[in-house]
C-alpha cells in the first residue's frame, strides 16, 4: 500500500482516537457547568454515543459488503465531523446526547472498516505490521488528546468546546483527503463487474511495489473467485464461521465494558474523589504516553507470533495497570494509567486484525461490523456501570471490576 495513502488513514484513525479520549476529559468540565455533579445522566449521554457506535457500525459496515469500503469511509468521516462540530455546540445534555449518537455512528463504523480496507490491500505476512503503521498515527490522537485538553478545559470556561471543535477540524481534513483513495481491489474483483477497475488499482500498486522493490513475481489467479450475491451477513451465521462469530463478540464485548469505561469515566471519577480537575486530567494525560509505546512494541510483534497469543498478553497487562490504578496512590495513578494505556496501544490494532482476518471477503466488513457493533454494548454498559460501582462500593472495586472484564477478553479469545 502506498506511504500516501497510509497517512491519509492515519490521520483519519488519527481523529478516530482523538474522539474516543476528548469526551472523557470534557465530562468533569460538563458535569460542573450543567450542574450535574455524578449524575447517572451524563454517563448515559456517553453510554448513548456507544450505542451510536455499535449501530453504525453494523449498518454502514454492513452497506460497505455491498457498495464498498471507499464510500462507506467518506461516509463515515462526514458523520463524525458532523458530531464533533455538534458536540461543541451543544447547551444541554439532550443536545450533546444527539450529537454524540451522530459521532458515534461514524467514528463505530470507521474503526472495523479501516482495518478491513487495509487487510485487503496488504499481504498477509506483512498485514500486522502494515496496520500497526496506520494505527501508529491514530494512536498518537489518543496520547496528544489529553494534554491537549489539560491545557484547555481546566484553563478556559469554553475549553471543553475547543476541544471538540479542534477535532471537527481534523475530521473535516481527513474527510477532504479520504476521495483521494481507491476502492478496495478484493472488494471490486468479488463483485464480478468491476474487474476492469480492480486491475486499474492493481497497476497503480505494482507500480509503487516495483519503484521500492524491484521486479515483482507473477501472481497466482487461480484462487480468484466471483462471489454469488447474497446478503453478506448472513454467511456468518453458516459453518465454519458462526461460532467464531459468537466467540468474537463476547470478546469484543468483554474488551469494551472496561475500555470505554476508563476511557470515559476516569477522569470524573478522579474529580469526584477529590482530586481538582487538572490534576484528573493529568494523571491520564502522563498515562496516556503507553498508547504509541503500545503500538510501537506491536509494530516489531504482531507478526511474529500468533494474534490471539499477543492478545491475551496485552489484556494481562491491562489488569494489571488497572489493579495499580485502583490503588488511587499518586505514583500509582501514574503507573496503572501508563500500562493500561499501553495495554490499549497494544491491543486495538491487532485485535482489530486478528477478527478481520475470522471472516471471509465477502461479509468481511459485516463480520467486524457486527462483532464491534454488539461489542459496544459492552462499552455503554461499561460507561454506566463503573460510577454506580465505585458509588456502591468504592474506587477501588469499580476499577478492579473493569481490570477483571479485560482480562476476561484476554481468556475467551484463546479458544477462537
Do not use: C
Amino acid at each position: 500500500m502506498p506511504t500516501a495513502f497510509l497517512a491519509i488513514i492515519g490521520l483519519g484513525y488519527f481523529f478516530t482516537f482523538y474522539d474516543i479520549s476528548d469526551i472523557g476529559l470534557a465530562m468533569p468540565a460538563i458535569a460542573a457547568q450543567f450542574h450535574l455533579g455524578t449524575s447517572t445522566i451524563l454517563f448515559i449521554a456517553l453510554s448513548v454515543g456507544l450505542i451510536g457506535y455499535g449501530i453504525g457500525s453494523y449498518i454502514i459496515g454492513s452497506t460497505a459488503d455491498v457498495f464498498g469500503r471507499y464510500r462507506s469511509m467518506i461516509l463515515t468521516m462526514a458523520l463524525t465531523a458532523l458530531g464533533s462540530f455538534g458536540d461543541a455546540i451543544s447547551v444541554n445534555v439532550p443536545e450533546l446526547t444527539i450529537f454524540r449518537f451522530i459521532t458515534g455512528l461514524g467514528l463505530g463504523a470507521d474503526l472495523n472498516l479501516v482495518s478491513t480496507y487495509i487487510s485487503e490491500f496488504a499481504p498477509p505476512s506483512f498485514r500486522g505490521k502494515i496496520t500497526i503503521y496506520a494505527f501508529l498515527v491514530g494512536i498518537l490522537g489518543q496520547a496528544v488528546t489529553p494534554f491537549i485538553g489539560l491545557s484547555l478545559v481546566p484553563v478556559f470556561y469554553n475549553g471543553w468546546r475547543w476541544l471538540f471543535g479542534i477535532g471537527a477540524i481534523i475530521a473535516v481534513i481527513a474527510l477532504i483527503l479520504r476521495f483521494e483513495l481507491p476502492e478496495s481491489p478484493r472488494w471490486l474483483a468479488t463483485k464480478g463487474k468491476n474487474l476492469e477497475k480492480a486491475k486499474k488499482v492493481l497497476e497503480m500498486m505494482e507500480a509503487n511495489a516495483i519503484k521500492k522493490v524491484g521486479k515483482l513475481p507473477e501472481p497466482d489467479i487461480s484462487a480468484v473467485v466471483v462471489e454469488e450475491q447474497k446478503f453478506p451477513t448472513l454467511y456468518l451465521f453458516k459453518r465454519p464461521y458462526s461460532s467464531g462469530l459468537a466467540l468474537l463478540i463476547f470478546v469484543w464485548f468483554f474488551w469494551y465494558i472496561g475500555n470505554y469505561a476508563f476511557l470515559g469515566d476516569a477522569a470524573t471519577l478522579l474529580s469526584s474523589a477529590g482530586f481538582s480537575i487538572g490534576k484528573s486530567i493529568l494523571y491520564i494525560a502522563i498515562g496516556a504516553v503507553g498508547y504509541p509505546v503500545g503500538a510501537l512494541i506491536m509494530l516489531y510483534t504482531a507478526d511474529k507470533m500468533e494474534r490471539k497469543y499477543i492478545i491475551f498478553i496485552d489484556t494481562v497487562v491491562w489488569f494489571i495497570g488497572l489493579l495499580l490504578f485502583a490503588t488511587k496512590i499518586s505514583t500509582a495513578l501514574f503507573a496503572g494509567s501508563f500500562l493500561a494505556s499501553m495495554a490499549l496501544g497494544m491491543y486495538l490494532q491487532v485485535a482489530y486484525t486478528f477478527t478481520a482476518e475470522n471472516y471471509p471477503t465477502r461479509a468481511r466488513s459485516s463480520g467486524s461490523a457486527l462483532t464491534d457493533g454488539i461489542g459496544h454494548v459492552g462499552g455503554a454498559f461499561g460507561a454506566i456501570i463503573l460510577p454506580i460501582i465505585v458509588t456502591a462500593f468504592s474506587f477501588a472495586v469499580g476499577l478492579s471490576f473493569i481490570a477483571l472484564t479485560g482480562l476476561i477478553a484476554g481468556i475467551l479469545v484463546l479458544v477462537v
